[in-house]
């Protein structure tokens, strides 16, 4: 199918179903805990303390958070850099994924830092030498300009249907007026934030091993090597693609809509070569420090490494390998799953698991406050999805035609 023939249009379908009321009680749930949070202090909501600063929010909603996200860079350098335009339908649909994404992410910091009203201060406060500045710095960078990317989505939906109630309507040409300026302005500089995108997304995806890097003894040797950084981004890269799958298909499945198995097969295909790297280099290093040794102990650390390859890297690589699996929306959502299993482990490995605290006396696990906000923020990002797929032009569809034509450039391509 011809990439020209599928464009983005609203899904038409109705936003409330059983499903959808059982995640709004999901997240409500986690609302009241996260209120609990902002009023009594973390101690009254989580099993943080002196020893263990962090736990399931940093190594879950943020960590893990923007490893997921990674969707959103590896899809527009594939489509918009690399000029493949096929992929173009998927393009949209990550864009929107990462951007709720690294939204909550940026939330999850918010909540977990103790003093969540100095939050600000990396932004007059610089310190160049620090690893978790360039982590900020470069999300908070990256987040603004995912919402400049996603402003074409928004234009495209009200060009030409402003229609403001009551004594408002005296502004529906300005407001028309306004929207096609700022339309007509990004048109011409989209590639620029694009651009910057991609290169903001490899700068924090490695620095985030670089915080475990300098945590030194404290990590468990399966995870602590000086190739952290390299190896979270090998994994942040390697995800991206089974992210999109993952979350294509089920979008699919949620909204009634037939599988883009023309595109999906062919994004399954990259994948095994990007997995096969990230496991040569895992690998690698493991008999490179001879940390192989360590897998002979019957202990949590061994078991959570040995699932985290086993399932994570090994079974699914072994999987897309397969034609008969790159052709069946089943095995092919099974595949993405597990890889995308395989970095939340990795993440949930090298932020808790691994992480021992000097003199701690008794061991952390989350509390039912800390594992319900999780749960609900997971449960918000989907319930704001089907909003937007619903309400704005993200999801693509054949023989539709676009709400408003999309006319950003980049170099020669055109969308």
């Not at 600000?120 to 995912?146: D, Q, R």
């Not at 995870?223 to 950084?229: E, F």
């Amino acid at each position: 199918m011809n990439h020209e023939e599928v464009n983005p249009v609203p899904v038409k379908r109705k936003y409330f179903t059983p499903g959808v009321i059982v995640l709004v009680i999901i997240a409500l749930n986690g609302l009241v805990f996260l209120m609990g949070r902002f009023f009594f202090g973390l101690g009254a909501v989580t099993n943080l303390n002196n020893q263990y600063p962090w736990g399931l929010w940093i190594g879950v909603d943020v960590a893990a958070g923007v490893a997921l996200a990674a969707g959103g860079f590896t899809t527009a350098a594939l489509g918009h850099v690399m000029h493949r335009e096929e992929y173009h339908a998927v393009v949209r649909p990550a864009l929107l994924t990462a951007l709720l994404g690294y939204t909550f992410v940026a939330t999850g910091v918010f909540v977990d830092i103790g003093r969540w009203y100095f939050i600000w201060h990396p932004l007059i406060m610089w310190n160049g030498s620090s690893a978790l500045f360039e982590v900020g710095i470069c999300v908070m960078i990256y987040l603004t300009v995912l919402y400049i990317e996603f402003i074409p989505v928004i234009t495209e939906r009200f060009i030409g249907k402003v229609n403001l109630p009551g004594f408002l309507s005296r502004m529906n040409k300005i407001v028309d007026k306004i929207l096609r300026l700022v339309d007509n302005a990004l048109a011409k500089t989209m590639f620029i934030f694009i651009i910057a995108g991609v290169v903001l997304s490899t700068l924090h995806q490695s620095s985030l091993g670089t915080l475990m890097v300098i945590a030194g003894p404290k990590m468990h040797p399966l995870w602590q090597t000086p190739i952290l950084p390299l190896l979270f981004l090998l994994s942040a890269i390697s995800v991206g693609f089974p992210m999109v799958i993952f979350e294509s298909l089920l979008a699919s499945r949620s909204l009634g809509l037939k599988p883009e198995m023309h595109v999906l097969s062919k994004l399954g295909s990259m994948i095994a070569p990007l997995l096969g790297v990230y496991l040569a280099f895992k690998l690698g290093d493991m008999f490179i420090r001879e940390t192989f040794v360590y897998l002979k102990e019957f202990n949590t650390a061994s078991m959570m490494f040995t699932i985290e390859l086993l399932f994570g890297v090994i079974i699914p690589l072994r999987m897309l390998l397969s034609q008969k699996v790159l052709r069946s929306p089943l095995f092919l959502f099974i595949a993405s799953a597990l890889v995308v299993f395989g970095v939340l482990l990795n993440r949930i490995n090298n932020f808790v698991v691994a992480y021992t605290p000097p003199y701690s006396t008794q061991s952390y696990f989350p509390s039912f406050g800390e594992i319900s906000v999780t749960v609900g923020f997971i449960a918000m990002l989907v319930l704001l999805y089907r909003f937007f797929v619903i309400n704005f032009p993200v999801i693509s569809l054949p023989g539709l035609k676009p709400a408003q034509p999309t006319k950003y450039t980049i170099k020669g391509a055109t969308k």
